[in-house]
Antibody
C-alpha cells in the first residue's frame, strides 16, 4: 500500500542540526512532491516546504529559508529534511506528506489535490 | 501570506448531529485550492476534502465541502464517534501554504 515511513525520534541540543528521513513505498517515488509540515506540542500545523524528487527542486516557507535543506535518494525512495541551528522553539513533531503529482513525461504538474498521504511523524526535541 | 481563520474554535455536539465548520481567508484563494484535514489525538492529519469540495479517496459522503474565494465550509452531516477530533483547513494556491488554527469537535 501507499505509505511514507519516517525515521525515529531525535533529541538535540540547541545549535545542533537534525536530519529526518521519509521513505516512500507503494507508488512511483518521482511522481509526487514531498512536503514537510511540523506541529509543536498542543499547537497547529505549520508548512515548511516541498521537494520534487524527480527534478530535485525545492521551495521553502520564508521562515525556514537558510535553515532547512531537503535532499533525496532515488535509489531508496527517500527524502531527507535537515534543519540546522536548532532552538527550543523547533521542538515539534515533523511530518512528511505527499503533495502535487508531477508528470515526468511532459515535465508539468497536474492540478494539486492537497496532501493525501502522511508519514507517522518524527518527534524532535531540542533541549540543553 | 494568506491567513486562514477557522471558527468556531470548539464545537460541542452529540453523535448523529450535524457539524458546520468555517474557514475564512485573508485574501481570495486561487482555483479554490482549499483542503480540509481531520486529526485525531496522536495521529497524523488525514485529507478529507481538496479543491474546496472534492472528497479524497475513501472519505465517506457524510463529509462535504463548499465555498470559494475567501469563505469555505466543511459540513459533517451526521457525526460518528471517530469524527470527534480537530479539523484544519489549508490553502495550497499561494506560497507559503498555510493552515488555519483548527476547530476542535468535542462530544457534548
Amino acid at each position: 500500500q501507499v505509505q511514507l515511513v519516517q525515521s525515529g525520534a531525535e533529541v538535540k541540543k540547541p545549535g545542533a542540526s537534525v536530519k529526518v528521513s521519509c521513505k516512500a513505498s507503494g507508488y512511483t517515488f518521482t511522481s509526487y512532491d514531498i512536503n514537510w509540515v511540523r506541529q509543536g506540542t498542543g499547537q497547529g500545523l505549520e508548512w515548511m516546504g516541498w521537494m520534487n524528487p524527480y527534478t530535485g527542486n525545492t521551495g521553502f516557507a520564508q521562515k525556514f529559508q537558510g535553515r532547512v535543506t531537503m535532499t533525496r535518494d532515488t535509489s531508496t525512495s527517500t527524502v531527507y529534511m535537515e534543519l540546522s541551528s536548532l532552538r527550543s522553539e523547533d521542538t515539534a513533531v515533523y511530518y512528511c506528506a505527499r503533495g502535487k503529482e508531477y508528470d515526468t513525461l511532459i515535465a508539468h504538474y497536474l492540478p494539486p489535490a492537497g496532501m493525501d498521504v502522511w508519514g507517522q511523524g518524527t518527534t524532535v526535541t531540542v533541549s540543553s | 501570506e494568506i491567513v486562514l481563520t477557522q471558527s468556531p474554535g470548539t464545537l460541542s455536539l452529540s453523535p448523529g448531529e450535524r457539524a458546520t465548520l468555517s474557514c475564512r481567508a485573508s485574501q481570495s484563494i486561487s482555483s479554490s485550492y482549499l483542503a480540509w484535514y481531520r486529526q485525531k489525538p496522536g495521529q497524523a492529519p488525514r485529507l478529507l476534502i481538496y479543491g474546496a469540495s472534492s472528497r479524497a479517496t475513501g472519505i465517506p459522503d457524510r463529509f462535504s465541502g463548499s465555498g470559494s474565494g475567501t469563505d469555505f465550509t466543511l459540513t459533517i452531516s451526521r457525526l460518528e464517534p471517530e469524527d470527534f477530533a480537530v479539523y484544519y483547513c489549508q490553502q495550497y494556491g499561494s506560497s507559503p501554504w498555510t493552515f488555519g488554527q483548527g476547530t476542535k469537535v468535542e462530544i457534548k
